[in-house]
């Protein structure tokens, strides 16, 4: 699994900018408003040679009775407790106390931190950052997160105190899949894992927020077995109002990575919000198979169960491949053809097609439809083999693969869907430039 970065410092020390330079894509919002951070913000990034989760975090100011900043400190904390490493920000021109409480904090905290001098723009503020050696800390990186200054020594200094990378999963002899399920709070995770393992295993409660932590269980239902994770829900970010709820969000996050199927489940009565969409994004990142269920059918009429599954569908037509299910976890109607759906998808995850099947497919694909000529160049593909399942992910050998469009590759992984059974996984194909022969 990816590890976990997180960032912090008290207002306006430039978190969010050394946050954006990180991951590379101005993600967060820069201000010169203190303040302007007030949750936390997730991206993956390839920092050191590894896959990470870079965490930005809201202003960290201990001593302040304001509700709102009260709520960042508690994510802070809980940010601090879910990572591998943190990225202390202070700022080379002022010192408050604030920064002391912080460094003391993350000296309690037992968890590796490299300290960054930010907004040391020029050499001159570049030795005045040494100053912050006064909060004792061991070592001061002096950085521009505006400029990018000193960022690829805190790269290398990063990488030497990442955990070091997880081998990779030894194959289960026991042939059973790993299903997550996933949702906002209150969308009926526990309810549904209750009818499924046919147990009082996991705590349902009315109100949102029950469950915490990530609950495995080995589970039977309709003659098929798999292991089920019941994981916390995740709501959108301005609501996590408690440290401990904050901190499940990233354990849900990180059970998408343990498990081969997702289930991301909805209320039917709410519909597709911005957080499962930003959800099931997470899911196609990282290339797992993915099953949407619209939960609590049994409270819609029929014409309202329609509009809910066709407004679902196109609210999530950026991942069309994954099926839209109506059920209802309190009846258990529709549950049966959850339970067929995961068995099919965890089927197309580790599924193998021989490299002759696939290029009889494409000789097909091809005479009927060749990639287009581009830029004065007309690309064509010799040849197509899988190179991994789990997920499943192939490489088109071209004369020209910068000249294939988007259009046609969309068209070609459609294909892939349609020829070989591929209905509730995200593919990929890679399309590499033929070597010429000796």
Same mark, same amino acid.
Request: include cysteine.
């Given at each position: 699994?990816?590890?976990?970065?997180?960032?912090?410092?008290?207002?306006?020390?430039?978190?969010?900018?050394?946050?954006?330079?990180?991951?590379?894509?101005?993600?967060?919002?820069?201000?010169?408003?203190?303040?302007?951070?007030?949750?936390?913000?997730?991206?993956?990034?390839?920092?050191?040679?590894?896959?990470?989760?870079?965490?930005?975090?809201?202003?960290?100011?201990?001593?302040?009775?304001?509700?709102?900043?009260?709520?960042?400190?508690?994510?802070?904390?809980?940010?601090?407790?879910?990572?591998?490493?943190?990225?202390?920000?202070?700022?080379?021109?002022?010192?408050?106390?604030?920064?002391?409480?912080?460094?003391?904090?993350?000296?309690?905290?037992?968890?590796?931190?490299?300290?960054?001098?930010?907004?040391?723009?020029?050499?001159?503020?570049?030795?005045?950052?040494?100053?912050?050696?006064?909060?004792?800390?061991?070592?001061?990186?002096?950085?521009?997160?505006?400029?990018?200054?000193?960022?690829?020594?805190?790269?290398?200094?990063?990488?030497?105190?990442?955990?070091?990378?997880?081998?990779?999963?030894?194959?289960?002899?026991?042939?059973?899949?790993?299903?997550?399920?996933?949702?906002?709070?209150?969308?009926?995770?526990?309810?549904?894992?209750?009818?499924?393992? %046919?147990?009082?295993?996991? #705590? $349902? *409660?009315?109100?949102?927020?029950?469950? @915490?932590?990530?609950? /495995?269980?080995? &589970? !039977?239902?309709? %003659?098929?077995?798999?292991? #089920? $994770? *019941?994981?916390?829900?995740?709501?959108? @970010?301005?609501?996590? /109002?408690?440290? &401990? !709820?904050?901190?499940?969000?990233?354990?849900?996050?990180?059970?998408?990575?343990?498990?081969?199927?997702?289930?991301?489940?909805?209320?039917?009565? !709410?519909?597709?919000?911005?957080?499962?969409?930003?959800?099931?994004?997470?899911?196609?990142?990282?290339?797992?198979?993915?099953?949407?269920?619209?939960?609590?059918?049994?409270?819609?009429?029929?014409?309202?169960?329609?509009?809910?599954?066709?407004?679902?569908?196109?609210?999530?037509?950026?991942?069309?491949?994954?099926?839209?299910?109506?059920?209802?976890?309190?009846?258990?109607?529709?549950?049966?053809?959850?339970?067929?759906?995961?068995?099919?998808?965890?089927?197309?995850?580790?599924?193998?097609?021989?490299?002759?099947?696939?290029?009889?497919?494409?000789?097909?694909?091809?005479?009927?439809?060749?990639?287009?000529?581009?830029?004065?160049?007309?690309?064509?593909?010799?040849?197509?083999?899988?190179?991994?399942?789990?997920?499943?992910?192939?490489?088109?050998?071209?004369?020209?693969?910068?000249?294939?469009?988007?259009?046609?590759?969309?068209?070609?992984?459609?294909?892939?869907?349609?020829?070989?059974?591929?209905?509730?996984?995200?593919?990929?194909?890679?399309?590499?430039?033929?070597?010429?022969?000796?």
């Amino acid at each position: 699994m990816r590890p976990i970065v997180a960032i912090i410092g008290r207002p306006n020390v430039g978190k969010s900018t050394l946050f954006n330079r990180f991951v590379g894509k101005r993600l967060a919002i820069v201000h010169d408003e203190p303040g302007v951070t007030r949750d936390r913000h997730y991206a993956d990034a390839h920092i050191a040679g590894r896959d990470v989760v870079v965490v930005d975090t809201g202003g960290f100011d201990p001593d302040s009775d304001d509700p709102m900043r009260m709520g960042i400190a508690r994510h802070v904390q809980a940010a601090i407790a879910e990572a591998d490493v943190v990225l202390c920000v202070l700022d080379t021109t002022a010192s408050v106390p604030a920064d002391q409480q912080a460094v003391d904090l993350l000296r309690r905290s037992d968890k590796p931190v490299l300290y960054l001098a930010n907004k040391a723009d020029t050499a001159e503020l570049e030795a005045a950052s040494s100053t912050l050696y006064e909060l004792g800390v061991p070592e001061l990186f002096a950085v521009s997160g505006l400029h990018g200054r000193g960022l690829a020594d805190v790269e290398v200094a990063l990488g030497k105190v990442l955990p070091p990378p997880e081998p990779a999963p030894a194959p289960r002899d026991d042939g059973l899949t790993r299903v997550a399920l996933l949702g906002r709070p209150n969308a009926g995770k526990s309810s549904l894992f209750n009818r499924l393992s %046919g147990g009082e295993k996991s #705590l $349902v *409660d009315s109100r949102p927020g029950t469950t @915490r932590d990530p609950i /495995d269980s080995l &589970v !039977e239902h309709g %003659g098929r077995r798999f292991v #089920l $994770v *019941d994981t916390a829900g995740v709501r959108r @970010r301005s609501k996590v /109002d408690e440290g &401990v !709820e904050a901190a499940s969000v990233l354990r849900a996050i990180r059970s998408i990575e343990r498990a081969e199927v997702v289930v991301l489940l909805v209320d039917a009565s !709410e519909g597709i919000a911005e957080q499962d969409a930003r959800l099931l994004g997470l899911c196609v990142d990282r290339m797992r198979a993915v099953i949407i269920g619209m939960n609590k059918m049994d409270e819609l009429t029929p014409k309202q169960q329609k509009e809910v599954l066709a407004d679902a569908r196109h609210a999530t037509r950026f991942a069309g491949f994954a099926p839209v299910l109506g059920l209802s976890a309190k009846t258990g109607k529709g549950v049966g053809a959850l339970v067929e759906h995961v068995a099919r998808a965890a089927e197309q995850f580790k599924k193998r097609v021989p490299t002759a099947e696939l290029n009889r497919f494409f000789e097909q694909v091809l005479a009927e439809r060749p990639p287009p000529t581009r830029g004065g160049r007309a690309p064509r593909i010799y040849y197509v083999t899988q190179v991994q399942t789990s997920p499943p992910v192939f490489a088109a050998m071209s004369n020209a693969p910068a000249n294939i469009d988007k259009s046609y590759k969309r068209f070609v992984t459609n294909q892939l869907r349609k020829a070989f059974g591929f209905e509730a996984v995200p593919l990929l194909v890679h399309y590499r430039k033929k070597k010429r022969d000796a």
